[in-house]
């Protein structure tokens, strides 16, 4: 099972739901539903970071370093075929899962058909581990794309932990939740 911790002041931990049977996939290993949407608010909190028993903590930063335009997307986070959480701006979110070979993907919500910008990766996570994920955004917003930069774009990469926490000290904490 999979829980994104949300409104980590509470010590609140709560799942989303699975991708709906029979709605379009984004076609990436681990994307949840193409309908499903998630709002995101962020919080100067700065929780702990423990992973419960049997479990392996995953932190996902969204890094907009190199998004030069507004307004800043919004980036859903799903693990094993389901949306599980969302940053927007630089913020970053906690969640934590099960372990073993894991799934993850992003994409930037709100964008489908040849329009998709997202990325992908696969990440074996052991059970009490606490790994830092980094999606960088791209787009200089300046004239008609695909010119250099301009073409919006998204990676995801496993940062050093060292790296996760010296950033975790100047991103917000991301807080989500499913539209139904």
């Known amino acids: ?38 709002a995101v608010t962020t919080t100067a909190d700065k929780p702990a970071l423990k992973a419960a028993l049997g479990k392996a903590v995953l932190v996902v930063f969204q890094n907009d370093n190199r998004y030069n335009a507004n307004p800043r997307p ?41 329009g998709l910008v997202g990325a992908a990766l696969r990440l074996q996570m052991d059970s009490g581990g606490i790994y830092y994920l980094e999606i960088a955004d791209r787009f200089d917003g300046l004239g008609p794309a695909p010119v250099g930069n ?16 010296l950033m975790r000290r100047s991103y917000e904490l991301a807080v989500a939740k499913l539209n139904k």
């Open 1 to 38: 099972m999979i829980r994104g911790l949300f409104l980590p002041v509470l010590a609140v931990c709560l799942p989303f739901g699975a991708a709906v049977a029979g709605a379009q996939m984004l076609g990436q290993p681990g994307c949840g539903a193409e309908n499903e949407r998630i």
């Open 74 to 114: 919004t980036n859903l986070i799903g693990i094993d075929g389901q949306w599980v959480g969302a940053t927007h701006g630089h913020s970053y979110i906690i969640l934590e899962a099960d372990p073993g070979l894991r799934h993850i993907c992003t994409y930037w919500q709100g964008t489908s058909g040849e």
């Open 150 to 165: 301009r073409r919006p774009a998204t990676t995801l990469q496993l940062l050093d932990p060292d790296q996760g926490e």
